[in-house]
């Protein structure tokens, strides 16, 4: 069974400033995707960045970085540069096989960050 | 340009009667999958369809019923509602199963009260 574990429930940061948010996952698989989702006070998933496990680069996505370190099974994201639109819950998730050749998520509990002025 | 929809957005009924919950996509997407997301939990998947009229269990099935005739819908049906089931539903889609390609996009969720 996968596992994926989001260790900060909540985090405030400095508007202009970076933030990491953690993200540290459990598989046997030697093949899986890591994504990140923002999700606002509206409610609606937003698709932010995706790594595969046998990327060797780090994925970027304009503010957003993933820092990825295989070997200690973490997908850490990197906001930089924050703004008060960025207020909201973050989700870690992992790709894993299903039974009928599809794939599903996997979320972890999130972590909720709000962008003080 | 819709992409994903879902309807009806909020949804109140009570204990014992059938909801149906619609999701809607117009990419033409393979797979299709519903979550749903309680208070303090990331998403769980109920169930999910990798094509029309093939669809199998997730991590929570209990009390649902799918169903996908066509491509581009694909319906939850909560046969007797309880109360536990009030939470909000997310329908996602993607176009395939490797790698990037799989990405889900969401819908913008139904949420459920069921008194």
């Known amino acids: 069974a996968q596992k994926i574990t989001q260790t900060q429930p909540g985090m405030f940061v400095q508007e202009k400033e970076a933030v990491t948010l953690d993200c540290t996952y459990d598989?046997?698989?030697?093949?899986?995707?890591l994504f990140w989702y923002k999700q606002p006070s509206s409610g609606e998933m937003i698709f932010l960045i995706y790594?595969?496990?046998?990327?060797?680069q780090n994925a970027t996505e304009g503010r957003y970085s993933l820092n990825f370190q295989k070997a200690r099974k973490s997908a850490n994201l990197v906001i930089s540069a924050s703004q008060l639109g960025d207020s909201a819950m973050y989700f870690c998730?992992?790709?894993?096989?299903?039974?009928?050749?599809?794939?599903?998520?996997?979320f972890g509990g999130g972590t909720r960050v709000l962008v003080k002025p | 340009d819709a992409g994903i929809t879902q309807s009806p957005r909020y949804k109140i009924t009570e204990t014992g009667r059938q909801v149906t919950l619609m999701c809607h996509q117009t990419?033409?997407?393979?797979?299709m999958f519903w979550y749903r997301q309680d208070l303090g939990h990331g998403l769980r998947l109920i169930y999910y369809?990798?094509?029309?009229?093939?669809?199998d269990k997730g991590e929570v099935p209990d009390g649902y019923v799918v169903s996908r005739s066509k491509t581009e819908n694909f319906p939850l049906t909560l046969e007797s509602a309880t109360r536990s089931q009030t939470s909000v539903y997310f329908c996602?889609?993607?176009?395939?199963?490797?790698?990037?390609?799989?990405?889900?996009?969401f819908g913008p969720g139904t949420r459920l009260t069921v008194l």
């Open positions: 996602a889609s993607s176009e395939s199963n490797y790698d990037q390609l799989d990405t889900q996009y």
């Open positions: 998730a992992m790709r894993e096989r299903l039974r009928a050749a599809g794939n599903k998520l996997t």
């Open positions: 369809s990798a094509a029309a009229d093939i669809t």
């Open positions: 598989t046997s698989d030697q093949s899986y995707g």
């Open positions: 990419w033409s997407h393979s797979y």
């Open positions: 790594q595969g496990s046998y990327d060797e």
